[in-house]
């Protein structure tokens, strides 16, 4: 498969290069093995791995995390990126942590103090008992499928049921999820990053275990959190 890092929209199909410029000290990626793959589509192609690499992002990839597809761990070894044997061992090595389908109760369990989770969310698979320990661990979290184009509908699903041809699911996630995983990459802090990303603002749905989702805490009947009162400092 070829793979060009090319901005495209959905709406249009001129390319235009996608920059990188880095204006802090990157921190670790961990990408997690998901549990319910889409054939053959990737969330983090090796290119992609690559340009972060080459960019200084220290990346490390959960082992068979490319197994639905021909792509292998030594695929993403070659471009730079650490193999790890599993989602422990992510968990000491990695800030932020990315998985296309959501963290199971018992990786929750597992996660450090402190660190960033990036996934899909499905509301209805949520509980009291995973905000808990979300709250507990001073968790932020973020959940890509919450955010929606000029539409209104959830750009994540948008991608995924627009096109049957893998590749061109696999391009165009990766120029959606990129500049969210860069604005927590190489912002000075998480809170600069949600001010200054309008997406992460969206998506995030724990803020260092603070809760900040309405439709998940009237969901759960649980206090929450205005993330724009956190952040913006309103009153």
């Known amino acids: 498969m070829e ?5 495209l929209p959905e709406e249009h199909t001129k390319e235009q290069t996608f920059f990188y410029e880095i ?3 990157p921190t670790c990626l961990g990408l997690v093995k998901g549990d319910r793959p889409i054939p053959d589509v990737l969330l983090f192609h090796p290119q992609v791995v690559k340009a972060l690499v080459e960019r200084g992002v220290k990346v490390f ?4 995390y490319a197994d639905h597809t021909s792509m292998t761990d030594m ?6 990126a650490d193999i790890v044997d599993d989602f422990v061992a992510l968990t000491q090595l990695a800030k932020i942590l990315v998985k296309f389908s959501p963290f199971t ?3 929750t369990q597992m996660l450090q103090n402190g660190q960033i989770i990036v996934s899909r969310v499905l509301p209805s698979e949520l509980d009291v008992q995973y905000i808990n320990v979300l709250a507990k661990k001073k968790i932020s979290a973020v959940a890509i499928n919450f955010i929606k184009g000029k539409d209104g509908w959830s750009v994540l699903d948008n991608i995924l049921m627009s096109s049957t041809n893998a590749e061109i699911m696999t391009q165009r996630l990766a120029h959606f999820i990129l500049p969210l995983i860069e604005s927590l990459l190489f912002s000075n802090n998480l ?3 949600v001010q200054t990303n309008p997406a992460l603002l969206e998506s995030m749905y724990c803020y260092r275990g603070t809760l900040c989702n309405k439709m998940i805490a009237t969901q759960l009947d649980v206090m929450w959190k205005d993330i724009l009162s956190i952040c913006f400092d309103l009153n």
């Open 61 to 64: 990839v959960q082992r068979g």
């Open 105 to 107: 109760d018992i990786e």
């Open 191 to 193: 809170r600069y990053g």
């Open 75 to 80: 695929d993403y070894a070659n471009v730079g």
């Open 23 to 25: 204006n802090h000290h």
């Open 3 to 7: 793979f060009a890092l090319h901005y």
